[in-house]
């Protein structure tokens, strides 16, 4: 069972405090993992409000510890880069509310072997999101709190990333935008299932998403989703279609256990197929900052017209190395 315990703590501008008087070791904490998503995934508009959900998990076989401040930014931090990887400069607000000196409540959190708990963040507190463009966007997780100090034990997310344009843009521009674009749409071509498998991962890999979604039946694969799956068959056709366009901007965000995962390398293991049927079975690296986890992918693929398309998919996990 979790268990809280409400403690105070008084942090000066200078320095929040020192090394020696840290109340959590760094075994009370290794271990942790942490996974971001967008609460709300979709193309947004300059200056809309962005929540993002992080979850703090353990995956070891014993009791873990670490701290969590009731204001969220002495335990989190957001970085935002743009496509140059250029950081976004953080918004007057942050800076004064994170350095002026105040009384900070915080939690110790215990965390059983597979529990975890739940946060949601808003982006708008670490940035003015007047801007617009593509941009990448990491979670930060300070289980000793945030002191400032560049050596304070983090644990960082996955990358997800967001979409802003233009709160002012005209809505015939962007139709007319999106029929240019359609005009340059690739064409899938005859593939046997398993070239099919290596394509979309070889095009996930190079970050190519007009390749990765071009042998994957969307309309399919949503069936199997927990989050989009009610919403989209109780939908209309014309729903049915924004439907779709959300659930690929949520497969950008490069989510855990989601297909749209970024691996690290693979390796097709074995293919059956029928007339219309078939299946590849692959090995899918993934790699986090100090491990290699692998998985067991069985990508199950139907025959439209002569073209393989993937329509579902079975995953188990293989452990992970360092």
Same mark, same amino acid.
């Given at each position: 069972?979790?268990?809280?315990?409400?403690?105070?703590?008084?942090?000066?501008?200078?320095?929040?405090?020192?090394?020696?008087?840290?109340?959590?070791?760094?075994?009370?904490?290794?271990?942790?993992?942490?996974?971001?998503?967008?609460?709300?995934?979709?193309?947004?508009?300059?200056?809309?409000?962005?929540?993002?959900?992080?979850?703090?998990?353990?995956?070891?076989?014993?009791?873990?510890?670490?701290?969590?401040?009731?204001?969220?930014?002495?335990?989190?931090?957001?970085?935002?880069?743009?496509?140059?990887?250029?950081?976004?400069?953080?918004?007057?607000?942050?800076?004064?509310?994170?350095?002026?000196?105040?009384?900070?409540?915080?939690?110790?959190?215990?965390?059983?072997?597979?529990?975890?708990?739940?946060?949601?963040?808003?982006?708008?507190?670490?940035?003015?999101?007047?801007?617009?463009?593509?941009?990448?966007?990491?979670?930060?997780?300070?289980?000793?709190?945030?002191?400032?100090?560049?050596?304070?034990?983090?644990?960082?997310?996955?990358?997800?990333?967001?979409?802003?344009?233009?709160?002012?843009?005209?809505?015939?521009?962007?139709?007319?935008?999106?029929?240019?674009?359609?005009?340059?749409?690739?064409?899938?071509?005859?593939?046997?299932?398993?070239?099919?498998?290596?394509?979309?991962?070889?095009?996930?890999?190079?970050? /190519?998403?007009? &390749?990765?979604? $071009?042998?994957?039946?969307? !309309?399919? =694969?949503? %069936?199997?989703?927990?989050?989009?799956? +009610?919403?989209?068959?109780?939908?209309?056709? /014309?729903?049915? &279609?924004?439907? $779709?366009?959300?659930?690929? !901007?949520? =497969?950008? %965000?490069?989510?855990?256990?989601?297909? +749209?995962?970024?691996?690290?390398?693979?390796?097709?293991?074995?293919?059956?197929?029928?007339?219309?049927?078939?299946?590849?079975?692959?090995?899918?690296?993934?790699?986090?900052?100090?491990?290699?986890?692998?998985?067991?992918?069985?990508?199950?693929?139907?025959?439209?017209?002569?073209?393989?398309?993937?329509?579902?998919?079975?995953?188990?996990?293989?452990?992970?190395?360092?």
């Amino acid at each position: 069972m979790r268990k809280l315990f409400l403690l105070l703590i008084l942090l000066s501008v200078s320095n929040l405090y020192s090394e020696g008087s840290l109340l959590l070791l760094s075994e009370d904490f290794s271990g942790l993992k942490l996974k971001a998503e967008l609460a709300n995934p979709k193309i947004y508009k300059q200056n809309d409000e962005i929540f993002i959900k992080v979850n703090i998990y353990n995956p070891e076989n014993i009791e873990k510890s670490s701290l969590i401040s009731n204001d969220k930014k002495y335990s989190f931090d957001i970085d935002l880069v743009n496509m140059q990887n250029r950081s976004v400069y953080r918004n007057k607000d942050y800076y004064i509310s994170f350095h002026k000196t105040q009384p900070v409540f915080y939690n110790i959190i215990k965390l059983n072997s597979d529990e975890g708990f739940t946060y949601t963040l808003r982006l708008n507190d670490y940035y003015d999101l007047d801007i617009s463009g593509q941009f990448f966007l990491k979670v930060y997780y300070y289980p000793n709190l945030k002191k400032g100090s560049e050596n304070d034990a983090k644990i960082v997310s996955n990358q997800l990333t967001i979409n802003l344009r233009p709160g002012d843009i005209e809505e015939d521009y962007i139709v007319e935008l999106k029929s240019l674009e359609d005009e340059k749409r690739l064409f899938a071509e005859k593939k046997s299932p398993d070239e099919v498998v290596r394509y979309v991962l070889d095009a996930r890999m190079k970050g /190519e998403w007009e &390749k990765f979604f $071009l042998y994957i039946e969307l !309309e399919k =694969l949503i %069936q199997w989703n927990n989050i989009f799956n +009610s919403r989209y068959r109780k939908a209309d056709i /014309e729903r049915k &279609k924004e439907i $779709l366009t959300e659930y690929k !901007e949520y =497969l950008k %965000q490069n989510s855990i256990d989601e297909i +749209s995962y970024l691996p690290h390398g693979y390796k097709i293991m074995r293919t059956e197929y029928t007339e219309g049927k078939a299946k590849v079975e692959t090995i899918v690296e993934y790699k986090y900052i100090d491990y290699i986890e692998k998985k067991y992918y069985t990508y199950f693929l139907f025959k439209k017209g002569s073209v393989w398309y993937i329509e579902s998919y079975e995953v188990m996990n293989l452990g992970s190395k360092e």
